[in-house]
């Protein structure tokens, strides 16, 4: 039933999305603007799959396996045979809109459409659809390969079809727990770990410990594997900052107010791993420097 699998989005997100997917033995269809685009995009998972037999996690043999399942084109059209299809693109409501308008219109009625949104309306995006029945929100949290839990976001007429084709995929094929959210702004994870992230940029703000303090404190103390810190380096710096700015829009609490520090280092365009560059330093695999 799941055999073929399109990813909509080459960035970040889409890379983990794929690279976990053909792990578990899918055939992706990667696609993007630009084949430049995507070719980075399968260099970089190459990257990823590199650090994963460095670490004894998977073999030479496997890692060709994985990169030979992952087929990319710059165009939507191809992604006609697939079962499923995610869209992983920039949290843009038009630019998803324009994605879902077009996807809708090449691929078959009675295969499921999802987008990986941490804080956009399902039910805004199904709208411009002639099937908004078969619109759901799968929120992969990064690394997808590593994160066993994804969060099913039903739209105001997503089908109950939908939704339960949707968890057999996740917990059946992907082996992954599937948490249901009703519809809200940041879901459960993006709202939590944006909030503390938040409150780590004021600490820092307020000069009650230094960075590497706040993260040692919060890795140590409740065994998180990245401090808040960190976390928002690996999320993008400009990605938790255009998150927050949606929730404080949506929500008018103050709670949600991203720190002006958070601000300026996005001005400054130091986004963290991305960039090489945010409260920490990174080399070009992504390690933290000392």
């Known amino acids: 039933m799941w055999r073929k699998i399109g990813v909509v989005g080459a960035g970040t997100m889409g890379q983990s999305i794929a690279e976990m997917l053909a792990a578990k033995g899918l055939d992706v269809h990667l696609t993007d ?37 992952i087929h990319t084109e710059p165009s939507l059209s191809h992604l006609a045979e697939c079962d499923l299809v995610i869209e992983t693109i920039s949290e843009d409501l038009d630019s998803k809109k324009d994605v879902f308008r077009q996807l809708d219109a090449v691929i078959p009625a009675d295969r499921v459409l999802a987008s990986n949104t941490s804080t956009l309306s399902l039910t805004e995006l199904a709208s411009v659809t002639a099937h908004p029945e078969r619109v759901i929100g799968m929120h992969f949290v990064y690394p997808a390969f590593r994160i066993d839990v994804v969060e099913i ?69 409740y065994q998180f594997e990245n401090g808040p810190l960190e976390m928002a380096d690996r999320f993008g710096l400009d990605s938790v900052l255009a998150a927050l700015e949606r929730m404080f829009r949506e929500y008018g609490e103050l709670k949600y107010r991203p720190s002006i520090l958070l601000k300026k280092k996005v001005r400054a365009g130091q986004l963290g791993v991305k960039t090489g560059s945010g409260f920490f330093s990174y080399d070009k695999d992504g390690d933290r420097l000392p």
Not at 40 to 45: G, R
Not at 158 to 185: C, H, N, W
Not at 199 to 220: F, T
Request: aromatic share 6%; glycine share 4%; charged share 25%.
């Open 153 to 221: 976001i039903r739209g105001l007429q997503t089908s109950d079809e939908t939704f339960v084709r949707t968890k057999d995929f996740i917990e059946q094929v992907l082996a992954k727990k599937g948490v249901m959210v009703y519809e809200s702004p940041g879901f459960v994870t993006t709202r939590l770990i944006c909030l503390l992230i938040n409150e780590a940029l004021h600490l820092l703000q307020e000069g009650v410990a230094s960075a590497d303090d706040i993260d040692s404190a919060m890795r140590i103390g």
């Open 33 to 69: 603007y630009t084949a430049e685009r995507l070719q980075q995009a399968l260099l970089q998972i190459e990257t990823s799959l590199d650090r994963q037999i460095e670490r004894w996690a998977i073999t030479t043999a496997e890692k060709k396996l994985i990169l030979n399942r």
